[in-house]
């Protein structure tokens, strides 16, 4: 069992930056695969950008490449996402999650969702 918990969400103004972080606790952070997916207004949640176990591969959906960086620390059990270029589309809830072994296939784990919003 892994549980995750979102924090670093919050308001800002369009063309500025957040950082999300996830921290892991529970079974071994560093033997999963890690995502971020999210949930903006009256639409279904969508992925975002994923991370392998080892932090060396890394994917990205289109409309974020180029402003969003994911990354993770094992050693601190932390997954992070840079924002950067923030735009009125992103805002939605951001959600982690996990998923034991590679980057693709559905996940496993959730965190409760941290509020992302993009005034313009």
């Known amino acids: 069992q892994v549980q995750l918990v979102e924090s670093g969400g919050g308001l800002v103004q369009a063309g500025g930056s957040l950082r999300l972080s996830c921290a892991a606790s529970g079974r071994t952070f560093r033997s999963y695969a890690m995502g971020w997916f999210r949930q903006p207004p009256g639409k279904e949640r969508e992925f975002i950008t994923a991370i392998n176990w080892g932090g060396d591969s890394t994917y990205y959906k289109d409309s974020v490449k180029g402003r969003f960086t994911i990354s993770r620390d094992n050693a601190k059990n932390t997954m992070y996402l840079q924002m950067n270029s923030l735009q009125s589309e992103d805002t939605a809830v951001y959600y982690c999650?996990?998923?034991?072994?590679?980057?693709?296939?559905?996940?496993?784990?959730w965190g409760q969702g941290t509020q992302v919003t993009v005034s313009s």
């Open positions: 999650a996990a998923r034991d072994g590679g980057v693709l296939g559905p996940y496993d784990y």
